[in-house]
């Protein structure tokens, strides 16, 4: 959609740019084609918010109390309450409030000791505290079938939960991943010793993720009985914050946790379905993670810096980078930028020169 | 880490030992930055490793207590319920056992409850271990490796440094990439069928030595002396004068070439902007032994030109027949191995060596039949405009508009002059008056014509697109899928520019301040109508007043006395250098009663850092050759020669052409080779009288009755800079060495073939024309006093716009320097460097150096000398053709005065004992100087030296020789002063400078990366250190640092940079 959006920009554009620009240079579409994916997302958002519940159902077919009759009487159902409007206001403020975090420790303290601090807390709140639920991963289900069955109520929470962190993305990048996601935490505290996986298989790899995403939205857009939540069934995490869950998915976790010792994040790079939003929405970030804290060297210290393969010829790949603040230490910038105590203000623009 | 030292390629040669360790101890990250650090750094290992194995080993305790739990649960499960289920069957036999399976209950309950309530503990107890095995092993492996690795890509460019270090390995690396990648000249086995094919084209009189010993060499590519035998043997010339003409002229070599020729221009821009380096760095890399100029094997040569003439690209290197600007110590080596950049680079200049007939040349392009003329490209060629890229623009030009399919006509137009600009492009819509940038600029006005500066060749379609639309419904598709495929790609890439499909680039306007003041100063006479005319198209020639002076003075007709006082009338002197009044000269040779009278157009432009006489060669030769006409007619001679250099291949095609055109014209006889005594000779001087009856409209329609008297030829020097003197090039012409002879009796009197002759540059033939056309008040009316109109130079050097430029005489040089150069230029090979010493920017300069190796530096302080023959003569410099190179305080004086005087020295004839011995002396103390063993007598001896052969010297060559160290001794005396005390204020001299890292290095390894020594070790993230033993001074690592961080120190003192 967004690719087409482009498209049309250029096109048009182009059509009428055979009088010679002054001061043009090379047009970046990359502002356009943001302020068009914001613009998206606002209309995904609507359907899914100002959607009409039909609460009329077929109930006069169905037994009543007097129909059984024999003294019968409702059974209590013991459903659990419903969380508090003002928990649920709570967890999306940690969430922003975690977002803003995030991006201020990667872009500006440029620090990879926050990065990881940001990722423990993430861990802790929405890992251990709120027991992985409520996520934006899963909200994709949520707003998918919010989109396509009118039936379906859906919170506004996890509406602001689902676009939050894609707003983050086209501001700053994949800030979420950083360490707000505790699914993205927890490996992330795992990567001890991450090494380079092979950049052919870690393109391919790179599919995985959308073919999860839309088998995902398949099975949550199906009609009623059939609806599945896979994302969140499947989720290899989730049995570690509840101290529960299936052995075999557990098993599937501790798998990925001890392979993510040595590759980095592979729930991140090669399944997560969100992740693959992100990473297309933050192509068109407003500003990204640069190695560099001021200006480029292309010295090359930082070639074999990122265990995700977001470094190629020697810039972050927006698409790929995890904010993970790693390839910091590898700028011989960096260092002298700190002992000089300089504000560590990242130039956009011109630092891609 | 380890594994970027493993494996090294095959074809590498391996590491010397201790290299090899200091790159592992670098990669182990030992961190040898502060001595304290070791000890604490154990002690940390030592705490993170226990941090891991308690941390372990509560998770396994934690863990494993929990698997029990479940594994109880879950084995238990069965047995209790099989328990619970016998006993509850016994209660309802037996009452009794109510209160036994009470207590089973109870007990099941118990273990159960407390097994629920050691879960939850047990399972954050695990969290905790968890999380302290995960911090203790993070903190462990970075604890460890305190730096980071180095990455593969970074060894490996070190590694390569160090590997072509070794010049044994150096020349397998350069042959194993390079040769491969060249073209393989043929050199041809000694058989002497060749010359007698040679001796029959070029014919065998004495006066054919050179053009027969050149095209022996073209054929063999160096002189065999059975060849020269053979030559002796079919020809009138004599074994002692092939050997002294073989031998006098630097073009000829007498020992075989390598298959691949590598030529360093040392040109005055060329050696400020470090050619001695590049030159050092080739020969160390291609493993050519001391004393000679190809290596062993023989694969490639490496030789040093005087000057290439391309001084606005300093410095240039030419490898086989392709031209690179811009190069560098350390670019030199990936220039040999890159594969030849095709046809674009090589271009036009490239087919310059005689194989003009036949093919279409670039500029002359087809236009489709159909459909009307959108509109024009214009496009120089010079021959420096094609080592910029300016072919590779044409031909992607061409390609463009063949795929646009759009009706315009592509110009080949001759230079422009902005040098600094090109490959430069101007557009220009259908309908547009047709004039020339720099008459609009005069003019102040715009027309709507657009220029495109620096155009590289993948902007050209852009530009094609913006200006003539897309037409059509395919190419309009075929657009869109461009578009979207290009979008897809700079998708994928992070936003890296330079992979998106180029845009067009920004167009100039002439009200751009730097354009404006480039051109505003500027007047142009000889180089009238630049960046607007076809070289080679006479029509058009003729309607932008072409030969209308000619026609004049045919048509009226004008007495030959008449055109001679008009000429005294502007005022013209020479701009050969020594500003002689041409009508002067003009007048001795037409008093001299003679049958036969020649003139003689000296293109032998051979001092480094000047170029106008080829770019008025390359660009505009019909008007030299109108000038060489008028200048025959004034004098009477009836046959010209055009002696170019033969380093400049596309002037001496241009001419040519030029010449067989207007022979079809009919404007020019055809080459008769006339014997000077022969009847019919006779008869041709009787035509010169029929000249007046014929105009040109009549060459248009037929035959005319009357026969143009003038017959021109170009003849091709050797490569002898004395030939610019005049006796010397008559000597040369006359097939000997090239030397001097006392004057009188001047060439007026006695010249070619004893007879009289005249000599004028190309300049001052370029002017003619105009002269006779505008009449001479317009000429004299420009100027001063004593010099009159307008002087072109060649501005280069350390100035922000170089280029060739033509100013009215009397402007001063801080004008040209400053106003149309724009000032002193930062060389520096990143941008923001400069702009961190933006103050420096604009007063850089230091002193300019007018007149090459006869002229003088002139100080900024003396900057208000208007340019003017005798003022120029009084400041110590001389008008010379014209070479104008800016030097700012990185240039050494002294080591410039024994670059000149090296030149002159190497290039005197030996004739007389004052140049010969004398330039000698002087080029050994100033050596000596240089090397930092200077002595306190040495200055006066110097100055003793040069006025004694100044003033005994034969030629000009000699007499101006000691001009650079005299005027250098003058002005900067205190330069001299610290060489003497072993220090080199300007950081030039080798000897007395070493470099050095200072603080602001931030171990990025860049200076290590690319040093061709490993005179820097790898140290990433630490201060490097320069091996001073080790360093050739071969300034790649100053030049390549992006901090600035190293200085080169002279004494005590940190040198400008």
Redesign the interface.
């Known amino acids: 959609m967004s690719?087409a959006a482009?498209?049309c920009v250029?096109?048009l554009r182009?059509s009428r740019?055979?009088?010679?620009v002054?001061?043009?240079?090379?047009?970046?579409?990359?502002p356009v084609a943001r302020a068009l994916l914001l613009g998206a997302l606002g209309g995904l958002a609507y359907p899914s918010v100002g959607q009409h519940i039909d609460y009329a159902r077929p109930v006069s077919a169905a037994p009543t109390v007097e129909d059984i009759g024999a003294g019968y009487t409702l059974p209590v159902v013991p459903t659990p309450p419903p969380r508090a409007t003002w928990r649920e206001a709570v967890d999306l403020g940690v969430l922003a409030v975690g977002l803003g975090l995030a991006a201020w420790i990667v872009l500006k303290t440029r620090s990879r000791a926050g990065v990881l601090l940001i990722a423990a807390g993430g861990l802790a709140y929405f890992g251990?505290y709120r027991e992985g639920c409520i996520c934006p991963i899963g909200a994709v289900q949520n707003v998918s079938v919010a989109l396509t069955d009118p039936a379906y109520s859906i919170s506004y929470f996890v509406i602001a939960f689902f676009f939050l962190p894609l707003i983050f993305a086209l501001l700053f990048g994949r800030v979420f991943c950083a360490g707000v996601c505790p699914l993205g935490a927890i490996q992330e505290?795992?990567a001890?010793?991450p090494v380079q996986v092979p950049r052919r298989i870690d393109r391919v790899l790179t599919w995985l993720p959308w073919v999860y995403l839309g088998l995902a939205i398949w099975f949550a857009t199906r009609p009623l009985p059939q609806r599945d939540f896979v994302i969140c069934r499947y989720d290899p995490f989730v049995g570690f914050f509840r101290?529960t869950g299936a052995l075999w998915l557990m098993l599937v976790g501790a798998g990925l946790l001890v392979v993510g010792v040595f590759i980095g994040r592979p729930y991140c790079r090669y399944l997560c379905p969100y992740g693959a939003i992100l990473s297309l929405l933050s192509?068109f970030s407003w500003r990204?993670v640069t190695i560099t804290p001021d200006?480029e060297?292309?010295?090359?210290?930082?070639?074999?810096?990122c265990p995700y393969g977001a470094i190629?010829?020697l810039?972050?790949?927006?698409?790929a980078c995890l904010a993970c603040a790693r390839c910091y230490?590898?700028c011989?910038?960096q260092?002298?930028c700190e002992k000089a105590g300089q504000p560590l203000a990242v130039e956009t623009g011109s630092a891609?020169k | 880490m380890s594994r970027a030292l493993q494996g090294p390629p095959a074809s590498r040669p391996e590491l010397s030992e201790d290299s090899a360790k200091a790159v592992a101890r670098r990669c182990a990250g030992s961190g040898l930055a502060d001595g304290g650090r070791p000890r604490r750094r154990t002690w940390r290992v030592s705490a993170a490793a226990a941090l891991t194995i308690v941390g372990a080993a509560g998770t396994f305790v934690a863990g494993g207590w929990l698997a029990i739990d479940a594994g109880r649960a879950l084995a238990g499960q069965a047995a209790d319920k099989v328990c619970v289920e016998g006993l509850t069957a016994r209660v309802y036999q037996e009452a009794r056992f109510a209160a036994e399976l009470q207590a089973e209950l109870d007990r099941q309950t118990v273990v159960a409850l407390a097994r629920d309530a050691r879960?939850?503990v047990l399972?954050w107890a695990l969290?905790v271990c968890a999380?302290l095995t995960?911090v203790g092993?993070?903190w462990f492996?970075s604890a460890r490796a305190l730096r980071?690795?180095?990455?593969?890509?970074?060894v490996n460019?070190h590694r390569r440094a160090l590997a072509v270090a070794n010049p044994g390995d150096a020349r397998e690396v350069a042959v194993q990439a390079g040769a491969l990648a060249l073209p393989v000249l043929h050199t041809p086995e000694v058989d002497l069928q060749a010359v007698d094919e040679i001796i029959a084209r070029v014919g065998g009189d004495s006066a054919a030595a050179i053009p027969i010993l050149q095209e022996v060499q073209r054929h063999y590519r160096y002189l065999p002396d059975a060849v020269l035998k053979r030559v002796c043997a079919l020809t009138d010339i004599t074994p002692g004068q092939i050997a002294g003409v073989a031998s006098f002229y630097s073009h000829f070599r007498r020992t075989p070439v390598g298959e691949h020729v590598v030529t360093v221009c040392h040109g005055t821009a060329c050696h400020v902007a470090g050619a001695p380096q590049i030159t050092e760095e080739l020969r160390r890399r291609l493993g050519v032994p001391a004393g000679t100029d190809t290596d062993a094997a023989g694969r490639f040569t490496v030789e040093q030109v005087p000057c290439m003439g391309c001084c606005t690209l300093a410095p240039v290197v030419r490898i086989d027949e392709v031209t690179h600007g811009h190069t560098r110590a350390d670019s030199v080596g990936l220039l040999l191995e890159q594969p030849p950049r095709g046809r674009g680079a090589k271009g036009p200049s490239g087919r310059a060596n005689g194989t003009s007939g036949g093919k279409k040349r670039p500029g002359d392009s087809v236009l489709p039949a159909d459909g009307e003329i959108a509109g024009e490209i214009r496009i120089g060629l010079g021959s420096c405009c094609v080592a910029n890229g300016s072919g590779a623009v044409h031909d992607a030009l061409e390609r463009a508009l063949a795929e646009h399919g759009a009706c315009v006509r592509v110009k080949r137009v001759g230079c422009v002059g902005m040098c600094h600009n090109t490959p430069f492009l101007e557009i220009r819509k259908h309908g547009l008056a047709d004039d020339s940038v720099t008459e609009r600029a005069g003019r102040n006005g715009e027309d709507g014509a657009?220029l495109y500066s620096r155009v590289s060749a993948e902007q050209v379609a852009a530009i094609v697109?913006?200006?003539f639309?897309v037409r059509g419904l395919l190419p309009r598709a075929r657009?869109?899928w461009q578009?979207?495929a290009s979008?897809?790609r700079s998708?994928?890439?992070?936003?890296?520019?330079a992979v998106?499909a180029?845009?067009?680039?920004?167009?100039l306007?002439l009200r751009d301040p730097p354009i404006a003041a480039f051109l505003g100063r500027q007047k142009h006479i000889a180089t009238e109508h630049c960046g607007s005319l076809d070289p080679l198209d006479l029509d058009e020639y003729i309607a932008h007043g072409g030969f209308a002076a000619w026609q004049r003075i045919t048509s009226e007709p004008m007495p030959p006395v008449a055109v001679i006082e008009e000429v005294r009338q502007s005022g013209l002197r020479g701009r050969g250098g020594a500003g002689y009044p041409t009508w002067l000269k003009w007048n001795k040779v037409t008093e001299r009663r003679a049958a036969t009278k020649y003139v003689i157009c000296n293109g032998d432009e051979g001092d480094p850092g000047a170029f106008m006489d080829r770019m008025l060669m390359e660009s505009y030769p019909y008007r030299i050759i109108e000038g060489l006409m008028i200048a025959a007619y004034a004098v009477g001679a009836t046959e010209g020669v055009f002696y170019i250099r033969a380093e400049y291949p596309l002037a001496c095609e241009r001419l040519t052409a030029a010449i067989r055109k207007c022979e079809q014209r009919g404007l020019l006889r055809p080459d008769g080779r006339l014997e000077p005594d022969s009847p019919e000779h006779d008869r041709h001087m009787d035509i010169r009288g029929g000249l007046a009856a014929r105009t040109l409209g009549d060459a248009d329609t037929g035959p005319s009755r009357a026969q143009p008297g003038l017959t021109l030829r170009v003849v091709q020097g050797a490569g002898a800079f004395v030939c610019g003197e005049e006796t010397a090039l008559i000597a040369s012409l006359q097939g000997q060495r090239g030397t001097p002879r006392l004057r009188p009796p001047y060439p007026a009197e006695k010249g070619l073939w004893g007879r009289p002759t005249l000599v004028n540059n190309v300049e001052t033939l370029a002017c003619v024309p105009w002269i006779l056309r505008n009449g001479p008040a317009a000429f004299a009316a420009l100027g001063t006093e004593r010099s009159k109109g307008t002087k072109v130079f060649a501005l280069a050097g350390k100035v922000a716009r170089g280029g060739l430029i033509e100013v009215p005489m009397g402007i001063t040089i801080r004008e040209i320097v400053e106003e149309i150069g724009g000032g002193g230029k930062r060389v520096s090979s990143f941008d923001?460097r400069v702009s961190s010493s933006e103050s420096k920017l604009a007063t850089s300069w230091k002193a300019v150096q007018i007149g090459g190796p006869s002229g003088g530096c002139v100080p900024a302080a003396l900057a208000d000398t208007p340019v003017d023959f005798e003022d120029l003569a009084q400041v110590g410099a001389i008008m010379g053709s014209g070479g104008l190179v800016v030097l700012d305080e990185t240039d050494c004086m002294v080591d410039l005065a024994r670059y000149f005087l090296e030149f002159t020295q190497g290039q005197s004839c030996g004739k007389c004992v004052p140049c010969r011995v004398g330039t000698r002396r002087m080029l050994e103390i100033l050596e000596r100087i240089c090397a930092g063993q200077g002595r306190t007598e040495d200055l006066p001896n110097l100055e003793e030296l040069a006025r004694g052969i100044q003033a005994t010297s034969l030629c000009g060559l000699g007499k101006t020789a000691p001009n650079p160290v005299l005027t250098t001794l003058r002005y900067f005396r205190d330069e001299y002063e610290a060489h003497l005390a072993g220090r080199c204020p300007a950081g030039k001299c080798k000897a007395l400078i070493e470099y050095v890292v200072n603080e602001a290095c931030?171990?990025?390894?860049?200076c290590a990366?690319y040093c061709p020594v490993g005179a820097i070790e790898l140290r990433?993230?630490e201060r490097h250190e320069v091996d001073t033993e080790k360093c050739t001074r071969c300034d790649v690592c100053r030049a390549r640092c992006?901090?600035g961080a190293i200085d080169i120190m002279s004494g005590s003192c940190v040198c400008p940079a």
């Open positions: 690719f482009q498209l250029r096109v182009g740019s055979t009088r010679p002054r001061g043009g240079g090379r047009v970046s579409f990359t251990f505290l795992a001890i010793r101290f192509r990204g200006r060297l292309d010295c090359g210290l930082c070639d074999e810096a190629e010829e810039r972050a790949r927006k698409a230490r590898h011989p910038r260092q002298v891609s | 879960k939850p399972a969290l999380a995960v092993a993070k492996v980071p690795a180095v990455p593969r890509r970074v460019l657009v697109r913006r200006h639309g657009r869109v578009q979207a979008a897809a998708w994928n890439r992070n936003g890296r520019a998106a180029p845009a067009a680039p920004q167009a306007e923001f931030t171990g990025c390894t860049i990366q990433p993230y992006p901090e």
